[in-house]
Every structure is written in structure tokens, then in C-alpha cells.
């Protein structure tokens, strides 16, 4: 009875010291670490609700049953129940299912259903995406229901959740759903979700005067689903202060530029973190050394030669190693790192790729690794091990990108104790500051336009301080390792917001 009591008055305690009032959040999208990752928004669906459920927030995640979530996973699933929801014009129906699986003070709901999610990747093509993401954002809000559970604020990530708030403001507008507030986060405004208007009417049974210029329909015929959730959304966030800036101009706004200018009073942006515990070198089992702050500097050397044995470099721990770990496609700037990828190589120099993505990119860089063999690694690949050993024995990341919503690789590159070299563009611009050589302050090292000589100046730059300075560069690696890219900063800014929908 006395020990009940203790426990008692430990648990009140607790919950005392919590934020107050507590919030309930569902996050609805389309993927989530570790379950299913193909870039930053698995990530931001993993370490966010983690983060929030640390600030008084009861958080659900809802993302598909896909077949390619690893079995480690699929076997510790619950069945919570199912049922029939009716979907297409035609009064088609299609079974849903959930499967409840709870992590570190976090509820995933896995959305089930076969003949949507059995493909071995979650995106294949807009044939086959197009309804999936239909049926996926219609199942989640009817699956809240089912389970009677209704959210103070509904988070919806991309285009593939963006269909959400419209479905909760039509079809839903009469269940017990209706009082929740939705905000939808554009991880990257390039993926829009763009088809034919008949399709889209037939996959959503929407009410005919969505389909109207001022929600669902873009140019002469086709509907637009992104833009469609854009104007139902309650509040509209992306993922820097920059590009939210920068996706009201025509340059970035992938066509919606004039759409989020009118809906600018509600569009904002709160920075990413990364998750410090997923990502920390004092801890990483998957590198050659882990190390802290303190040991950075001989680690790293340690780490480095590991690295060029694996990856069978010429093992030199005084050679300056770049580092790039990226999908292979325009927005990343690879094209300018073809340009200068030659001149780089001066005998100091190695270049280590992780990535995959388009052909012509994997192609040059195999290219130039048969080019320089020793110097040049292109590791044409998708691997998470390869990546942390990577961040850790490479000195500096490239991030040249043409455009970059938030970015976590240079995030996780500082977290490590490499120096970024960016473009300052998006989240780029917002998170690495400038090195400044004579305040000695910044992080990294930045260029503005988009050219190949500026980024070449830039590595250059860099290259200059680490062989004639290394004091000063040391000095820069454990300041970028000292800074704070955890989530906490944002969970809060996150959480400021809900309540702002939510007093
Ligand atoms: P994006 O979401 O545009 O792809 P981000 O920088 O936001 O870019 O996130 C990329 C994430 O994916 C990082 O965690 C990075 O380490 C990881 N990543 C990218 N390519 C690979 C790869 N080939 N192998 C392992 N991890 C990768």
C-alpha cells in the first residue's frame, strides 16, 4: 500500500513537470523510419511525434501496411479491426485494416490493404500511386473514426496525405471528426500529384465544385491534389524559413507560386532537426570508432581510414575527403559537381558518392571512379551503414542543391563533425552559417547562385583552411559538433502552433 502510494504521488510528478494542456496530433503520410524511408519525410515522421510525445502530446502515426516494411516489424503488429469504406464515383468499396503498433510513447496505425500497398517500393508510378494515395488519405480519416479517436490537430505531410483536409471538410463533415484543425507540411513542393480530372473524380467521389482553379484543377484538365489540401489546410508549414520564402517566387514555386502567395497568411516555416540519439557518433555501432566531442580529432583519422580500406581508396589519413550522400537527381546540384568533379582531384583530394537516382548521374559517377581510381568512390546504392561511416570518416559534405527544403545530411554532417558546403538555398541557408575567418565563427561553407565556379571556389575555400589553418578548421569541426540540430528547438515551435489552432 505504501509503495502504491510512492509510485503514485512519482507518476503525478512527472506529469507535473510536462507541459501543459496535453494536445492529441495525428500524423497522416506516407512514410516513416524505420519501417519504410525513402528520404527526409521518413525521417521527420520518425523523430517528430517522438519528440512531441516528450512535450505532452499524445501523437498517432498513420502511414500505409506496405509490403516492404521489414518482417522484424510486421510481426509485432496488433489487429485493431477493419471495415468497408466506400471510395470511387461509382459506390466501388475496398476493405481497410489497421494494425496498431506502439513505440517509444508513439501509436502507429498501419493502414491495410493489399491491393494498394503490395508493391515492394511505396512509390512506383502516378498510375498506380494516384489512387493508392486516394484511398490512403480517405481509409486514415475513416480509421480515426473507427477507432473513435478524434485529434485535437490533424498533421498531414505531402502530397500523398494532402487529400486529408479536403475529405475531413466534405465527405467527413458531419462525423465526430470535424472539430479537429488540420495542418499540411510541404517536405518538398516538387511532388504535386497531378492527373487527369476524370480520374481524380472517379478515385475521390469529391463534390463537383472542388474541381474548380481555386482548389483541384491546374491548367486546362488536370486536378492538382497538393493544391487541392493547400487551400483546405488550416495552417501551412514547410520545412525552413527560407523556403517558405522562397516557394512564393516562380523560381521555386513549382507552378503553385501564385496560389501560395494568396494563401500566404497561413503559410509558414519551422526547421527540421535531426534525431540526436538515431545520429550520435559518441554511440554509432554501425561506424569504425565512435567518438565524442573530445576525441573527434583522432577519431575522425581513424574513421577516415577505415572508410578509404572499405571503400579501397588509397588509405592516407592526411588527404581531405568530400563526402556526398544523396538521391541522384537535378534538384541535388549534381550537375555543377560534374563540372568541378575533375578539378578536384589534385593528389589531396578524395570524393566519396553514396546514392542512387537518375541514370546519368549514376553513370558519370561511375565514371569518374573508374577515372581516379584511389580517389574517387561511387557507391551506387541505397545503404543507412555506409552513410553513417561516411558522415564520419569523410572531412566535409557537399550539399550544392538547386533547391532544398529543409536538408537533414547537413545536419547530420555537423552532428559528425564534417563540414558542410552548401548552397544557400532553403533549409541549406538557415542552418549552416558561413565560416568567417575573421571572427572565426560559422559552420560551413556557403556560395549563392547556382554555378559550378562558385561551389568550386567554395571547396576550395575550404580546402585552403583544413591544409594551411588546421587549427582554426579543428576549431569549426567541434563548433558544428557542439551545435544543436536536435528537434527539441522545433517540437516546440510545432507544439506553439497546435496550440495556436488548439488554445
Ligand atoms: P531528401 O529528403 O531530399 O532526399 P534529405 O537531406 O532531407 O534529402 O534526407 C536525406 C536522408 O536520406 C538522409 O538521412 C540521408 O543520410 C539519407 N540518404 C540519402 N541517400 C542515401 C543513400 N544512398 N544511402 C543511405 N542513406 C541515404
Redesign the pocket.
Known amino acids: 500500500m505504501e509503495n502504491e502510494k510512492t509510485i503514485n504521488t512519482e507518476n503525478t510528478a512527472v506529469e507535473n513537470t510536462l507541459p501543459q494542456p496535453r494536445r492529441s496530433i495525428a500524423f497522416i503520410g506516407s512514410e516513416c523510419?524505420p519501417f519504410v524511408?525513402?528520404?527526409?519525410?521518413?525521417?521527420?515522421m520518425y523523430a517528430l511525434p517522438k519528440a512531441l510525445a516528450e512535450l505532452n502530446c499524445d501523437v498517432k502515426v498513420i502511414i500505409p501496411r506496405y509490403h516492404c516494411i521489414p518482417w522484424e516489424f510486421q510481426e509485432k503488429m496488433v489487429y485493431r479491426g477493419s471495415f468497408d469504406m466506400d471510395l470511387c464515383a461509382d459506390g466501388t468499396h475496398y476493405y481497410v485494416g489497421i494494425m496498431e503498433y506502439v513505440h517509444d510513447g508513439v501509436v502507429y496505425d498501419f493502414i491495410d490493404n493489399d491491393e494498394f500497398f503490395t508493391n515492394g517500393s511505396p512509390y512506383v508510378n502516378l498510375v498506380d500511386d494516384i489512387p493508392k494515395y486516394c484511398y490512403f488519405c480517405k481509409a486514415a480519416l475513416a480509421a480515426l473514426n473507427y477507432m473513435d479517436w478524434i485529434p485535437d490537430v490533424i498533421h498531414c505531410h505531402d502530397w500523398q496525405a494532402s487529400l486529408v483536409p479536403v475529405f475531413l471538410r466534405t465527405q467527413f463533415a458531419d462525423t465526430a471528426l470535424r472539430d479537429a484543425k488540420t495542418v499540411l507540411t510541404i517536405?518538398?513542393l516538387r511532388f504535386q500529384g497531378v492527373y487527369n480530372i476524370p480520374t481524380l473524380r472517379y478515385w475521390t467521389n469529391l463534390p463537383e465544385y472542388i474541381f474548380n482553379k481555386d482548389v483541384f484543377k491546374t491548367g486546362y484538365d488536370d486536378a492538382n491534389m497538393l493544391k487541392a489540401g493547400l487551400t483546405y489546410a488550416d495552417i501551412i508549414t514547410t520545412?525552413s524559413n527560407t523556403y517558405a520564402d522562397e516557394i512564393e517566387t516562380p523560381f521555386y514555386g513549382e507552378n503553385l507560386d501564385a496560389h501560395l502567395r494568396y494563401h500566404s497568411g497561413k503559410l509558414r516555416g519551422i526547421v527540421?532537426g535531426?534525431d540526436v540519439a538515431q545520429?550520435d557518433p559518441s554511440k554509432d555501432t554501425k561506424i569504425a570508432e565512435p567518438y565524442s566531442i573530445t576525441e573527434v580529432l583522432d577519431k575522425k583519422k581513424a574513421n577516415k581510414r577505415a572508410l578509404q580500406e572499405e571503400l579501397g581508396l588509397e588509405v592516407d589519413e592526411g588527404k581531405f575527403v568530400i563526402g556526398l550522400?544523396?538521391?541522384?537527381?537535378d534538384?541535388?546540384g549534381l550537375d555543377l559537381v560534374n563540372q568541378i568533379l575533375p578539378s578536384l582531384i589534385d593528389g589531396n583530394t578524395q570524393v566519396v558518392v553514396?546514392?542512387?537516382g537518375d541514370v546519368r548521374y549514376e553513370d558519370s559517377f561511375r565514371w569518374f571512379e573508374n577515372d581516379f581510381r584511389g580517389s574517387v568512390c561511387s557507391?551506387?546504392?541505397?545503404?543507412?551503414?555506409?552513410?553513417?561511416r561516411i558522415?564520419a570518416g569523410a572531412d566535409a559534405l557537399l550539399?550544392p542543391?538547386l533547391f532544398?527544403?529543409?536538408?537533414?545530411?547537413?545536419?547530420?554532417a555537423m552532428r559528425y563533425g564534417t563540414i558542410p558546403v552548401v548552397r544557400e538555398t532553403g533549409?541549406l541557408k538557415d542552418t549552416v552559417e558561413p565560416y568567417n575567418m575573421f571572427t572565426q565563427t560559422g559552420n560551413g561553407f556557403t556560395f549563392d547562385r547556382y554555378e559550378a565556379g562558385l561551389l568550386y571556389d567554395a571547396v576550395n575555400r575550404a580546402k585552403t583552411l583544413y591544409f594551411t589553418d588546421r587549427w582554426h578548421w579543428d576549431e569549426m569541426v567541434q563548433r558544428d559538433m557542439a551545435k544543436d540540430v536536435s528537434w527539441e528547438a522545433s517540437a516546440w515551435q510545432y507544439r506553439a502552433m497546435y496550440l495556436e489552432l488548439r488554445p
Not at 550522400?325 to 537527381?329: M, Q, V
Not at 557507391?379 to 553513417?388: N, P, T
Not at 532544398?404 to 547537413?410: A, K, R, V
Open positions: 523510419y524511408k525513402t528520404g527526409g519525410l521518413g525521417d521527420v517536405h518538398n520545412v527540421n535531426i545520429w550522400i544523396s538521391r541522384l537527381t534538384q541535388k553514396l546514392g542512387t557507391c551506387i546504392m541505397y545503404d543507412e551503414g555506409r552513410a553513417h558522415y550539399v542543391s532544398e527544403p529543409c536538408g537533414l545530411t547537413q545536419l547530420i533549409g
